[in-house]
């Protein structure tokens, strides 16, 4: 459709899914003696990246966690990640500036073509997946173009549409807990998700993911550790009681915030598997003792579904339904903060082993 040597077209909903087609074909048929390959073995997930970036590539693999066991039931997917610098591939095409962006319309019109998507206007870049073969494609303008909230957590969205296929979800929560059992953290941003995670974390509780973890309904809640990130800003990691050594001379990601791998914070790292018993919905209260009370199934949803639902585009409605499900099944609680960490973990973890001893 494009040839590099030739100006990329400009996009819009009449020719969005011929354009999405096009690249998929183009990166399938790559050479892949200029790409670097790599395999991800993850929860529930054999991801197969081909980089063209070894930054990229790099990024990856410090983020992504592998699983420690064989899984002969795990998932198949297959992801080409190619930027313009590379010879032969045209540089991601624009929006066209007359054809107002609605999302709602742009996961409509993939969707109608067995497609998910996302656009980056910014770099610009794109994203692709194929539904019916699990392969996807996201085309950069350069080796680390991705968007600036995917520097902890690359390859999410393929991440999320390949689980959503097998009736599984990534979702945007934090978790604590003793061992394997534990709860989902969750809220809005800047509601204290990150925060509470951390503080526990530093404070002998056990986490499967502080940002995203992947969540499997069967007979039992399970969250699964797919990603190896803490993200916190300074004065948070100070108050936790980070050396600020280990911060200082880090950089700072799009929202203001250290990104730090758990295996950094704690020789501990993280669980595997969590078998999930409450949803908790931290509120930064600054009380003397942390307070955990029981919230109704609607704060509860409120709480858990628009970031877990809207910022993993192309099945609202599938996301809505696994949501919902969640909130049907676990009990859900507001913690009501303190300002000391190691009291904030106290106070969780002896909450968990009340529960945990209930059954």
Same mark, same amino acid.
């Given at each position: ?91 991601? !095409? ?7 962006? =609605? *999302?709602?319309? +742009?996961?409509?019109? &993939? @969707?109608?073509? $067995? ?72 809220? !809005? ?7 509470? =995670? *951390?503080?526990? +974390?530093?404070?002998? &509780? @056990?986490?499967? $993911? ?150």
């Amino acid at each position: 459709m494009t040839p590099s040597s030739r100006r990329p077209p400009r996009v819009g909903y009449e020719n969005l899914v011929p354009y999405a087609r096009d690249r998929l074909d183009a990166a399938v048929a790559y050479p892949r003696e200029r790409l670097l390959s790599r395999v991800f073995r993850m929860a529930r997930l054999d991801m197969t990246i081909a980089f063209s970036s070894e930054a990229l590539a790099a990024l990856c693999e410090r983020t992504l966690v592998l699983r420690k066991q064989d899984d002969a039931s795990a998932a198949s997917l297959e992801v080409y990640a190619i930027d313009a610098g590379s010879e032969g591939w045209a540089p991601p !095409a624009r929006w066209r500036e007359d054809a107002e962006f =609605a *999302l709602r319309r +742009f996961d409509r019109t &993939l @969707d109608a073509g $067995g497609l998910r998507g996302f656009h980056h206007h910014e770099a610009p870049s794109w994203q692709f997946y194929d539904r019916a073969t699990a392969t996807g494609v996201v085309t950069l303008p350069g080796p680390l173009d991705i968007p600036p909230w995917e520097s902890g957590s690359p390859m999410r969205l393929f991440m999320h549409w390949a689980y959503a296929a097998t009736h599984m979800r990534l979702t945007h929560a934090a978790t604590l807990g003793l061992g394997e059992y534990g709860a989902l953290i969750v809220g !809005a941003s800047g509601a204290g998700k990150s925060g509470t =995670a *951390l503080a526990g +974390f530093l404070n002998g &509780l @056990d986490s499967a $993911g502080d940002d995203y973890v992947l969540v499997e309904q069967g007979p039992r809640v399970v969250a699964h550790s797919v990603l190896a990130v803490f993200k916190q800003d300074r004065e948070g990691l100070r108050r936790a009681g980070v050396a600020p050594g280990e911060f200082e001379a880090a950089g700072l990601n799009w929202h203001g915030k250290v990104e730090v791998e758990a295996a950094k914070l704690s020789p501990r790292g993280l669980v595997d598997r969590m078998e999930i018993g409450a949803l908790l919905i931290p509120e930064v209260a600054r009380l003397r003792r942390t307070s955990i009370e029981p919230a109704t199934p609607r704060q509860a949803a409120l709480a858990l579904a628009p970031s877990g639902v809207f910022q993993l585009p192309g099945d609202a409605a599938e996301g809505f339904n696994f949501l919902a499900g969640l909130v049907r099944r676990l009990p859900a609680f507001h913690v009501r903060l303190s300002e000391a960490p190691a009291e904030i973990a106290d106070a969780i973890g002896t909450f968990l082993a009340r529960r945990q001893r209930a059954g």
